[in-house]
């Protein structure tokens, strides 16, 4: 399980593998296919990864190999668990 604690993400371990940081503060209306495993952000050009289409392993694979890289995070997805 991946934890989602005051803007980033961890391994189990506790291992900060992301930042979340997104200085446009984008919502579905901003991705051109909010819905698809991955979307183009039209405000940035970026692309952009929905998580729900990855499993915790991908997921922290895709962070290791690149970690600038852009989520859309639904934190109902089981891979998740917030720490408030």
Known sequence: MIKIQKNRLLTEEG???KTLSC??????ADLDRPQAPESQCL?????VVNTDWLSELQLVALLEEDPSTCLKINRYNPIFQVVE
């Open 23 to 28: 200085p446009l503060r984008i919502s579905n």
């Open 43 to 47: 405000r940035c050009n970026r692309k």
């Open 15 to 17: 291992k900060v593998i």
